[in-house]
């Protein structure tokens, strides 16, 4: 197996993107090709003592920088590290008249920009037959387990027909990345009864409610996400990247309150007692430990990981796209979306 890596995207590139890299070669047993320009990779590398051994280079001279038009990647900066290592992801599936060394792989990651990323690998990469839109599914912490939030940012405007789309596309992620046998899905809205809701939500609900194969389990309001309620999330991208952004402050806030309660005499002497959760809940809460968000609906795998990635957070987005590749979940949402 080949995992693409964006060597020049986020704020902490290239050196932290070739440390998660290394570490994910040498622990999760693929090849790593590393996307950019290959004479400064191999300086960085080298001023921080950081082995190359076993991994492909994929030659790109520029830097999609955060600040550009995300619709440049396809003309103006097509030579960026992002846009190359989609190409070559999507020669995998197609007869592509990209010609690279080491021009194909199982999956891409990045974290550069998400509008550009999304652009690019709708364009490049391109949709499976039949979906819609593709989305961003965010994978977080609930009170017991994971779980999967979709659309978390990539469509603020969004059908009936899509919001479908999301459903089967989590659903299936959630089966074959999460390994839970019967997903539970449900519909973000200001209310559990049927009826709520504006008419988008209300024709999605009766949509869902009789789409096979999908263990559509009706609304959820929002105080019900982290505690378990379902295992997968929709919403439209609007209403999915508001969730996804207060979830993340509310965890900064209750991070830093546990911090200030052991901040004296008596708190240091309790920390010691509850120790072992705090660090447990720690890691709950960390996106590091998720990685990033898979781009569902594409025909092949897309991760989209944070843009302040540190070498830990490369690590858990590259061992995720390889768990998405072991599974086949392109394969199965193919396999769906040929059904219909």
């Known amino acids: 197996m080949k995992i693409i890596v964006d060597a020049f995207g986020g ?5 932290e993107i070739l440390k998660g890299a290394r570490r994910a070669q040498d622990k999760l047993g693929m090849t790593i ?21 076993g991994m492909e280079f994929l030659h790109a001279p520029a830097v999609f920088e955060m600040d550009y038009d995300p619709g440049s990647i396809m003309k103006e900066h097509s030579d960026t590290s992002m846009a190359i290592g989609l190409k070559a992801l999507a020669a995998k599936d197609a ?36 979906v819609r839109r593709a989305a961003i599914g965010a994978v977080m912490p609930g009170a017991s387990a994971p779980f999967l939030l979709l659309d978390a940012g990539a469509n603020n405007e969004c059908t009936a027909e899509m919001l479908v ?6 659903s299936v992620y959630a089966r074959k990345v999460l390994g839970i046998e019967s997903p539970r899905v449900a519909l973000a809205n200001n209310g559990t ?18 789409l096979p194969g999908i ?47 052991f901040l004296n005499p008596l708190g240091v002497v309790g920390a010691l007692f509850v120790a072992r959760g705090l660090l447990r809940i720690q890691k709950q809460m960390d996106y590091k ?15 989209k990981a944070h843009g302040s990635s540190d070498a830990k957070a490369v690590f858990a987005a590259i061992r995720q796209a390889k768990r998405c590749v072991e599974g086949d979940m392109v394969g199965a949402i193919k396999e769906h979306f040929a059904k219909k």
């Open 11 to 15: 704020d902490h590139a290239p050196l």
């Open 33 to 53: 090709v590393l996307a950019g320009d290959e004479e400064k990779i191999k300086a960085c590398a080298a001023e921080n003592r950081i082995s190359l051994e």
């Open 95 to 130: 007869k592509a008249s990209y010609d690279a060394k080491a021009s194909q792989g199982d999956a891409f990651v990045s974290a550069g920009s998400t509008g550009a990323l999304i652009v690019g690998a709708t364009l490049i990469v391109r949709r499976i037959r039949g």
């Open 165 to 170: 789309n999301f459903a089967v596309l989590g």
């Open 193 to 210: 009864e049927e009826h709520k809701g504006d008419p988008l939500r209300q024709e999605t609900y009766q949509a869902l409610k009789e």
């Open 215 to 261: 263990n559509f389990t009706g609304n959820i309001e929002a105080r019900e996400i982290p505690l378990g309620g379902c295992d997968v999330v929709v919403a439209d991208g609007f209403t999915g990247n508001i969730i996804l952004k207060l979830y993340e402050g509310m965890g900064k806030m209750m991070q830093g309150k546990l911090k200030k309660m």
């Open 289 to 303: 430990e998720y990685g990033g968000a898979p781009l569902l609906g594409l025909n092949s795998v897309v991760i």
